[in-house]
């Protein structure tokens, strides 16, 4: 149910705020943890349907939760 979606996400920022607290960006590697750099990728292309298509339909992603990534300098181009 909804519930779980958002306790599965706050579980991955979490792991993503530990993540850049060592390495200091959020550009997780597959090598680091193949999970947590796919939900990594997830979260710039559901950014993209955000903009696009509005809350609701961007599978999870809300503005709220934009606002959470940009908080902790979250890479959405997965450059430097």
């Known amino acids: 149910g909804h519930q779980s979606n958002d306790a599965q996400w706050e579980q991955n920022f979490q792991d993503l705020v530990v993540f ?3 390495f200091g960006h959020t550009r997780v590697p597959q090598s680091y943890e193949k999970s947590l750099h796919k939900w990594v990728l997830n979260q710039r292309c559901r950014r993209r349907l955000l903009e ?21 300098d979250f890479s ?5």
């Open 20 to 22: 850049k607290s060592q």
């Open 52 to 72: 696009e298509k509005g809350e609701g339909k961007a599978k999870g992603m809300t503005w709220a939760r934009v606002e959470k990534l940009d908080a902790i």
């Open 76 to 80: 959405w181009s997965g450059k430097k």
